[in-house]
C-alpha cells in the first residue's frame, strides 16, 4: 500500500513547501482542519496554534499522483506538464485529482473527456506548477487557434 505523499503551497510567502512527514486533521465531517509538518503547522483552530503562526487558509495542500513524468520527476496536483499526446487540446496543461483519480486538464480530441494521466504516462513532462509558472497555462491558451 503506497502511503500518500503531498505538498504544500504557501500562498503567503509564495513557496512551495516540500513536506518529509506529515499529519493531516479532519473534523468529523471530512473537513482538513490541520496540517502537521516538521517545519511550519498550519490550522484554523485557535487553540492548537498561537496567534502568529501560519494558517490553514495560506496554504494549498498537493497530492502526489503516485507518477512519475518521462524524466523520472513525481507529479503532484496542480503541476503543468507539457504533453506530446497528439490528439490533446492543450498540449500544456495542468494536473487535477477527482475521485481518486488524476487526470490532464484539457480535452482529449478522440472522446472528449478529460484524459487519465497514466494512460499517457510516456507522453508528458512537468515544466511548473500553477503557482510559480501560471504563464505557461496562458501562454498555451493565447497560441492556440479555434
Not at 507518477?67 to 503543468?80: A, M, P, T
Not at 480530441?109 to 478529460?114: D, I, M, R, S, V
Amino acid at each position: 500500500m503506497m502511503v500518500p505523499k503531498f505538498r504544500v503551497w504557501d500562498k503567503e510567502h509564495k513557496r512551495m513547501l516540500n513536506i518529509d512527514t506529515l499529519a493531516l486533521s479532519f473534523s468529523p465531517k471530512g473537513v482538513l482542519t490541520s496540517i502537521y509538518t516538521y517545519g511550519p503547522d498550519f490550522s484554523n483552530d485557535p487553540d492548537i496554534l498561537g496567534d502568529d503562526e501560519p494558517d490553514l487558509d495560506s496554504v494549498i495542500l498537493e497530492q502526489f499522483t503516485g507518477l512519475k513524468d518521462v524524466n523520472g520527476k513525481d507529479i503532484y496536483e496542480c503541476d503543468i506538464i507539457k504533453s506530446n499526446y497528439k490528439y490533446a487540446q492543450p498540449k500544456v496543461s495542468q494536473i487535477i485529482i477527482e475521485g481518486g483519480n488524476s487526470y490532464i486538464l484539457g480535452e482529449d480530441l478522440a472522446t472528449g473527456n478529460e484524459m487519465l494521466v497514466s494512460d499517457h504516462i510516456g507522453e508528458i513532462k512537468v515544466i511548473g506548477n500553477v503557482h510559480t509558472n501560471p504563464e505557461l497555462l496562458e501562454t498555451q491558451h493565447d497560441t492556440r487557434t479555434d
